[in-house]
Nanobody
Framework: QVQLVESGGGLVQAGGSLRLSCAAS????????MGWFRQAPGKEREFVAA????????YYADSVKGRFTISRANAKNTVYLQMNSLKPEDTAVYYC?????????????????WGQGTQVTVSS
């Protein structure tokens, strides 16, 4: 069973930047597409970004396109999310997961539990 640990969240002013990390243990991530999701208070968890196994292809939700960049370092078994030009509406708990694509949508794959996530709070 893979364990994913998200880190790098915090409190930042609107327009600021944060870099999230997702470190895996228990299984190599290099065979999997990986993604980031977020859940704001009172809302459902939503897809943010995904990256294929090699890092050669990336995908983004329209709400973050042009501001966020997903990347991975397979040698470190880690996935990153660089977040720039942050907005108050980006405030949420951010989670990473191995993902599968179903048409135009992305979802968490497998039966592993979600990690604890990392809180991102953007003040106006």
């Amino acid at each position: 069973q893979v364990q994913l640990v998200e880190s790098g969240g915090g409190l930042v002013q609107a327009g600021g930047s944060l870099r999230l990390s997702c470190a895996a243990s228990g299984r190599t991530l290099s065979s999997y597409a990986m993604g980031w999701f977020r859940q704001a208070p009172g809302k459902e968890r939503e897809f943010v970004a995904a990256i294929n196994w090699s890092g050669g292809s990336t995908y983004y939700a329209d709400s973050v396109k042009g501001r966020f960049t997903i990347s991975r370092a397979n040698a470190k078994n880690t996935v990153y999310l660089q977040m720039n030009s942050l907005k108050p509406e980006d405030t949420a708990v951010y989670y990473c997961a191995a993902v599968a694509r179903n048409g135009s949508s992305w979802s968490k794959r497998g039966s592993d539990s979600w990690g604890q996530g990392t809180q991102v709070t953007v003040s106006s």
